[in-house]
């Protein structure tokens, strides 16, 4: 992964700082360090059952993660893109267990050693997918289990600890470690969804659990209705709603049918599949309808395919994904494989996650690092017992946070506190903000889509006197301390946009990039 600006500062002050302090103290700041260069770290949570696994599966592209309870579902998984496929235990010593991976090619089921003695499981895979970008797969959290490890309660300062049973401080730590969250929920949100998110980000660093980078998706949404009906009518409504419930813990709930993306992206279905759908296609449309009235009439009615071909076929797509692909293959019976696995995936709401992730994640990955990085040596310098390293780690840091580019961790530490509610704004406030924190696309930030440079820099100058006047006239205290982090990021948007008009090919700071929303997906019945 290539090493951003902003990481690339503190991987310097890391470098600084351990020629000034203590070798604990040095060695902390190392392992920072270090991590700097590493992919951006996403930990997918939620509840147990609720497809976390089938998510991960879909965003790696292979089918490596068990969607079956076992003992590998009860313990923290790591996947990272490695030269060769393995499998290794972690053991809360420090000590490795290599592991084949099944014969189907995902992680066995049993580790071979008792679940609390692993930290984590740590999976390197051939995966272009995770060239940068590390998934970490999660326990239950504020599953149904009530039988929760005390010692993790423990570590995270909590009476009840939102972790499912068995998650050791070790694990809870690997879960912590995480720079951004995908949260996975199905149906309703609950209370304890909300709860569980909360604790999450307690557990976490300071940017890993907020609206700034943390997403919700809304799984399973094809069993909002029955047999191979269209799900997205009611989906798409359903997410709203509980985007709204969620605003101040993700930046937007997405709906996806993770069996369908899990499938599509790691190319499960076959010629044969396709072949077994397109005789099925065929049948009056009666028959069909019989079919797919409920998975026991699609196993147990006649049909022209094999009744273990209909088996597999409900594991790939479920009934309403047989129904889709059969609807597409009646409509053009010439429908190839490659086809209708594209048409599948889209069908899945996939395609509006990744653009998400892409749009809400990577593209912030060197912010986002460089802000948990500075978060870690501000939590060493509070935690060092030596008053000489904790000064020259202090000093170390604001000096670096003085510098003009590192204001975008200052914004992304503000925006993170409006967001959250922690503090109040008004909402077309909080919204311009979250913009300016978040993209360093002139254009968008200012809603001038079609703006030249001048006009740019002339309304970012209006803005950032109006948020000067608010810090001085119209806030509180914490709302004026926001306002005056915010002036001076619009007073340095203003005057990197006037810089780069006066060069040659005045296009980085007013590109318009897209929404950190992403596109809308494609799905059946989705709409814009």
């Known amino acids: 992964m290539t090493v951003g600006p902003l990481s690339a500062r503190v991987a310097t002050l890391c470098d600084e700082v351990v020629a000034r302090v203590g070798p604990e103290a040095g060695g902390q700041a190392l392992q920072v360090r270090d991590r700097l260069s590493e992919p951006l770290r996403v930990a997918i949570a939620g509840r147990l059952k609720a497809g976390k696994s089938t998510l991960v599966n879909a965003l790696i592209g292979r089918r490596v993660a068990p969607t079956a309870v076992g003992e590998c579902t009860r313990v923290v998984t790591r996947f990272r893109y490695g030269p060769a ?36 499981v740590d999976v390197s895979l051939t995966s272009d997918k995770l060239r940068d970008l590390t998934v970490v797969d999660t326990p239950g959290l504020a599953s149904t289990d009530t039988r929760v490890s005390a010692r993790a309660a423990a570590e995270l300062g909590e009476s009840t600890a939102p972790f499912d049973a068995g998650i050791d401080a070790a694990s809870a730590s690997e879960v912590a470690a995480a720079e951004a969250v995908v949260y996975v929920f199905t149906q309703a949100v609950r209370a304890d969804d909300v709860r569980a998110l909360e604790a999450f980000r307690t557990a976490s660093a300071r940017l890993a659990s907020s609206p700034i980078n943390a997403l919700g998706v809304f ?23 509980q985007g709204l419930l969620l605003a101040r813990t993700v930046s937007e709930v ?39 009235a409920s998975g026991d009439l699609f196993r147990s009615r006649p049909a022209p395919v094999s009744a273990q071909r209909r088996e597999r076929l409900l594991g790939l797509l479920d009934l309403y994904g047989i129904g889709f692909a059969l609807a597409e293959l009646a409509a053009d019976p010439r429908l190839g494989t490659g086809e209708l696995v594209r048409r599948l995936v889209g069908a899945s709401g996939f395609p509006r ?9 990577r593209w912030r990955a060197d912010a986002i690092k460089a802000g948990w990085a500075l978060s870690r040596l501000e939590r060493l310098a509070g935690h060092t017992s030596d008053v000489r390293d904790r000064e020259a780690l202090r000093e170390a840091i604001e000096r670096l946070l003085r510098e003009p580019a590192y204001h975008r961790l200052r914004l992304l530490e503000v925006a993170q506190r409006v967001t959250t509610g922690v503090v109040a704004l008004p909402l077309a406030w909080e919204q311009e903000l979250t913009r300016l924190a978040t993209s360093d696309d002139a254009r968008w930030i200012l809603r001038l889509p079609h703006a030249d440079g001048p006009q740019l820099a002339a309304a970012a100058v209006e803005a950032a006197h109006r948020w000067r006047v608010y810090a001085v006239a119209g ?23 006037r810089e780069q008009s006066t060069r040659p090919a005045p296009d980085t700071a007013t590109r318009l990039r897209p929404s950190p929303a992403g596109p809308a997906a494609t799905g059946p019945g989705w709409t814009p």
């Open 353 to 361: 996650l990744r653009d998400t992730l892409e749009h809400t994640l």
């Open 219 to 241: 799984g399973k949404v094809d069993t909002l209705v029955g047999g191979a009906g269209d799900p997205w009518p009611v989906a798409g409504p359903l997410a709203e709603q």
């Open 475 to 497: 806030a509180g205290p914490a709302q004026s301390r926001v306002a005056q982090v915010a002036h001076r990021g619009f007073h340095l948007l203003a005057q990197a946009i």
């Open 85 to 120: 496929d393995r499998v290794d235990v972690v053991l809360r010593d420090g000590s490795r267990a290599s592991l084949p991976l099944a014969d189907d090619g995902m992680i066995p089921q049993r580790l071979g050693v008792p679940a609390d003695r692993v930290a984590y």
């Open 254 to 292: 997405v709906p996806v049918v993770a069996l369908l993306a899990e499938t599509g992206e790691a190319g499960r279905l076959t010629a044969a599949d396709c072949a077994a759908l397109r005789e099925l296609s065929g049948l009056p449309a009666a028959e069909l309808r019989l079919l797919l």
